[in-house]
């Protein structure tokens, strides 16, 4: 059903859903920013519309509250193991329909790749559902269109916030509050972005062949990443990860195991013991990641792992840009292929 | 549901030392495994780490590891009587029926031999299953050698060449890298003869260049990789190579496949 609000009966709205959820959105994150007295804008738990951040981009992804930066798996007691319980709250997230496609990655990722299902992750994720925001403009750096991850239609409702007014689509009927009851119906359906000002044309897979792996393309970024892995750690649809053992006590009885983001950019992510290790040079771990996100996934999956949110372009302290490697990948290969 | 990641206590049955860095541990354990599939080991607190599996019975498997990180450097300490935390078995490993009836080289190189060890010692004690067996292995030195029983069991019913780097003024044996060695094989029939080479990267690398040299099928060749992995269940991403993930779709594969996996 569409309904329209106005902030005081959305603010309402929230509050009635806060009963039987917790409610993540976009948030201006006070002094948290990169430099002194700057903010930064991320996903938190939101009260009321005030709390939520609109008008810009977030710096990182909402991927956090599904795949928390760091969870402890189990602790260890003697010989048994005991796994941590969760809050089992339901949980509300608002997100642009990029994210949305790249949570799809990550369930992808996470509950189908491979014959287990992760433990972890399905039980975080069972308790979410999703009000997308409609997002028709998008930001300087973003190329969902090209990427195919414009358009989100598994939602449990859509919002679009204008003019002081709210429209709202509700799918699923959890979230009819007696505020939407006695809410103005209307006919309400979110619109997509159709351009973005970035375009990627991504190379046909059958057309990426071995010799662009040994491309002078990559050596630029052996120069210029430094590995820092903000490009990993921003991306909702990267979710690599290392696990941890922490001591707890002094006679080693009670330990805790964790898993931690780990990112294909960041020193030692293919260390082994021994000293055997891969991809030493950082562009060698650009092209990993570009074909990761615009190739092998695919192969495996049948659509592209990068949603083209930008954020690894909004992030990278050397200016980076994802979207410029895709175009300038693309553009060897069609050259070359010309040349054959 | 199931949770993949939970680690469970084994008991170490048996600690055998190989060589001063390499011990064999024998661990109780039931359950269905196949050669060349790996175990994620680990100490509480310590941490967890891939490990190959070189032997097993109905009662119990054995991991041959080497002493060069953290948990090795734990593990050492560790005595019969004492608990191991293993989840697994993981991978694909080397499925016999693809070595029945056929003539096969088994070229290994140091610890390389540990994920292939019981594959070969299966076709040792079952001669009749296969055709003809070959093993050349590559070791640094004489005191590196691993399973020095078992090579000199084999060598007994089969052809086994070892080999090191750098002998000692008591070797009598062969010296020199693998490749040097690999005219030794029998390669009257080298158009249908398979071969499995496993070892460090380097050592897969100039060995396979060196059988198609001589002749080697493509398709008959099959490779063990080794790389990091800290879930074992393609969830963590640590060892995938383009959209192939070791862990789950190896760590054993045949060289046409082998030969594009670019890391």
């Keep these: ?340 | 549901m199931n949770n993949a990641y939970l680690s469970i206590p084994y008991e170490i049955v048996n600690i055998k030392k190989e060589t001063d860095i390499d011990y064999t541990f024998k661990v109780a354990y039931k359950g269905a495994l196949t050669g060349g599939q790996f175990m994620e080991i680990s100490i509480p607190g310590v941490g967890e780490a891939p490990i190959s599996i070189c032997n097993f019975d109905d009662e119990s498997l054995e991991m041959t590891i080497r002493k060069v990180g953290r948990l090795t450097e734990e593990l050492f300490n560790l005595k019969p009587g004492s608990k191991l935390f293993m989840r697994g078995p993981y991978g694909n490993g080397f499925d016999i029926n693809l070595f029945k009836g056929k003539d096969v080289a088994f070229i290994a190189g140091g610890t390389g031999l540990a994920p292939v060890r019981k594959t070969i010692d299966y076709f040792i004690r079952n001669k009749g299953e296969i055709d003809n067996i070959e093993i050349l292995i590559g070791f640094k030195t004489p005191a590196d050698r691993l399973f020095v029983d078992d090579l000199s069991r084999w060598s007994q019913c089969a052809k086994v060449t070892v080999t090191v780097d750098k002998g000692d003024e008591n070797w009598k044996g062969e010296t020199g890298l693998i490749t040097t060695h690999i005219d030794k094989l029998d390669l009257t029939k080298v158009q249908k003869k398979v071969a499995v080479v496993v070892g460090p990267p380097i050592m897969m690398k100039f060995t396979t260049l060196e059988l198609l040299k001589k002749g080697f099928k493509e398709e008959n060749i099959w490779v063990s990789f080794e790389r990091k992995m800290s879930c074992g269940i393609g969830k963590c991403g640590h060892c995938k190579i383009d959209e192939t993930y070791v862990c789950l779709e190896g760590p054993v594969f045949n060289y046409t496949k082998a030969k594009d996996l670019i890391d």
């Design chain 1, 1 to 340: 059903m569409g309904v329209v609000l106005d902030t005081i009966s959305f603010n309402k709205y929230l509050k009635e859903l806060s009963e039987k959820f917790k409610i993540f959105a976009p948030t201006q994150k006070k002094g948290k920013g990169k430099f002194a007295e700057t903010d930064v804008v991320a996903y938190s738990e939101i009260k009321c519309m005030e709390d939520m951040e609109l008008k810009q981009k977030s710096y990182f992804s909402p991927k956090e509250i599904l795949y928390p930066i760091r969870e402890t798996l189990f602790y260890f007691n003697g010989d048994s193991s005991e796994v941590p319980s969760l809050d089992d709250k339901p949980v509300l997230i608002f997100a642009r329909p990029c994210d949305l496609n790249g949570i799809r990655r990550l369930d992808t990722i996470f509950l189908k790749n491979g014959n287990n299902s992760d433990f972890y992750y399905k039980r975080r994720r069972d308790l979410v559902k999703f009000i997308m925001i409609e997002c028709t403009e998008g930001f300087d750096t973003c190329f969902c269109v090209s990427m195919k991850s414009n358009i989100y239609n598994e939602y449990q409702a859509a919002v679009n916030f204008k003019d002081n007014q709210l429209y709202m689509k509700i799918v699923d009927s959890a979230l009819e509050t007696p505020t939407i009851k006695a809410s103005r119906v209307i006919d309400y359906e979110p619109g997509f972005i159709n351009s973005n000002a970035v375009h990627v044309s991504i190379p046909a897979v059958e057309k990426v062949t071995k010799e662009i792996f040994n491309h002078e393309i990559w050596k630029e970024y052996t120069s210029r990443c430094i590995a820092c892995g903000r490009c990993n750690t921003s991306c909702i649809t990267c979710s690599c990860f290392t696990m941890q053992d922490v001591k707890l006590s002094d006679n080693n009885e009670i330990s805790e195991r964790r898993r931690v983001w780990a990112g294909c950019h960041i020193d030692r992510f293919c260390d082994m013991a021994g000293g055997h290790t891969f991809r030493k040079e950082n562009g060698e771990r650009m092209r990993f990641k570009t074909m990761h996100k615009i190739n092998d996934y695919y192969k495996r999956f049948n659509e592209h792992m990068c949603v083209g949110c930008g954020r690894c372009d909004d992030v990278c302290p050397e200016y980076i840009s994802f979207s410029k490697c895709i175009n300038k990948l693309n553009t060897i290969i069609e050259e070359d292929n010309v040349c054959e």
